[in-house]
């Protein structure tokens, strides 16, 4: 009898231990998000004028040294070479238009006539749309992780929820954010991250690392059933080349926008690297002569803004700001979020001949992201 009390008291002591242990040292979850329900496209640029035996096997030792995780090929995309097209490199941004072949495992290997449009070729036309579907939810995935990049090198800390990037003027990191899925959610409570933001992303800022900020993002932020890269991207950055009248959004070497711009008369565009320090939805001047929006440099003298009269485009004619069509720079403040770098240089612009994507990336701005008690006087 004392036995089996004796086993009873070590039974129920073992659960209570055990009961408390997960209390106050709960297991850690791992983060997995959801597995990805459709296939993942890597566009890449080959050769023009090889045979197909060639490509096939410049296509192996492609696979071979990519070095994919878990030895998942995606669906290869590739498109002949045009001026400014690196070779086989990975091409995340690109929307393509023509092709040469798709290969699927690395061994199925369509090939199409490179001269040719192929509009009725039905798996040309579902790749091109799962690639044009692919790269906005990077895009959406990279402003967002730039955002909070840029938020935690100011402020010294994430901030406790996505939606404090949505602060108002002057801590308008970003005008909304992005649904995650492909579109662009418009939220009818700014402040609030709604259910529909939950299912497309996932922000767990325990996994952020200090001491490795930027990379340590692409963990803490996800977005389910996102198949990434496999590569390293970097935060978003601007890059003006003033003798192309260029501007450029590059993630390291990638270019995600390319936009034509005016600049200033007789060498007034200053060169040097600066960070945006505002943005401004509708920003006041004396003739209504900034446009739609402004991006203020660190040196607040010049902007980054639109324009009343748009034939300035590609001319120096400005008193130093750079200018952009009004939809380019409602692009552009859409994609870049406060304390984005920008580089003002006299290099030419590498030569790309791809067009922007379209739809545009357009987030709807907000009435708070206006500055009403201020007309701004930068050097237009």
């Known amino acids: ?30 983060y997995a998000p959801e597995a990805a329900s459709s296939p993942f496209y890597e566009v890449i640029a080959i050769p023009a004028g ?32 045009t001026a400014g097209l690196p070779l086989y490199e990975p091409l995340p941004f690109y929307q393509p238009s023509a092709v040469r072949y798709i290969a699927r495992s690395g061994d199925s290997i369509t090939f199409f006539d490179p001269s040719c449009a192929c509009g009725q070729e039905l798996e040309i036309d579902n790749a091109k749309r799962m690639i044009s579907l692919q790269r906005t939810r990077l895009e959406e995935a990279l402003v967002v992780r730039s955002g909070l990049y840029h938020y935690y090198v100011t402020k010294g800390h994430l901030p406790a929820k996505l939606a404090e990037l949505l602060r108002p003027f002057p801590g308008n990191y970003l005008s909304q954010l992005p649904s995650g899925k492909g579109n662009l959610l418009q939220q009818k409570n700014l402040l609030q991250e709604s259910v529909q933001l939950k299912q ?53 070497r990638n270019i995600v926008r390319s936009y034509p711009i005016g600049l200033g008369a007789e060498n007034r565009t200053p060169t040097g690297v600066y960070q945006i320090v505002l943005k401004v939805n509708q920003p006041l001047s004396v003739s209504k002569v900034y446009g739609t929006r402004g991006l203020v440099l660190s040196d607040e003298r010049y902007a ?33 979020p406060l304390g984005t770098k920008v580089t003002i240089s006299k290099e030419k612009a590498p030569s790309y001949t791809s067009t922007n994507p ?7 701005v907000r009435p708070d992201e206006q500055n009403p008690l201020r007309v701004y006087h930068w050097n237009n």
Not at 7 to 28: A, D, M, R
Not at 211 to 239: C, D, G, H, M, T
Not at 304 to 326: E, F, Q, Y
């Open 304 to 336: 980054i803004h639109g324009t009343n009269d748009p034939a300035s485009i590609g001319k120096a004619v400005s008193k130093g700001c750079i200018r952009l069509d009004n939809q380019d720079v409602e692009e552009l403040y859409s994609l870049i």
């Open 200 to 252: 497309g992303f996932e922000y767990r800022s325990g996994l952020f690392n200090p001491s490795n900020p930027w990379f340590s993002l692409q963990k803490a932020v996800r977005l389910y059933q996102l198949e990434e890269p496999n590569e390293q991207l970097e935060p978003i950055e601007i890059k003006i080349y003033e003798p192309s009248y260029r501007l450029l959004v590059m993630s390291g």
């Open 50 to 81: 090889k045979k197909p035996d060639q490509l096939k096997s410049d296509l192996k030792h492609y696979i071979q040294k990519r070095h994919y995780p878990g030895g998942r090929i995606p669906i290869i995309f590739a498109v002949p070479q």
């Open 1 to 30: 009898m004392g036995q089996k009390i004796l086993i009873n008291t070590f039974k129920w002591g073992s659960i209570l231990l055990l009961f408390f242990y997960f209390q106050f040292f709960p297991p850690e979850r791992a």
């Open 358 to 364: 379209s739809p545009r990336f357009i987030l709807p």
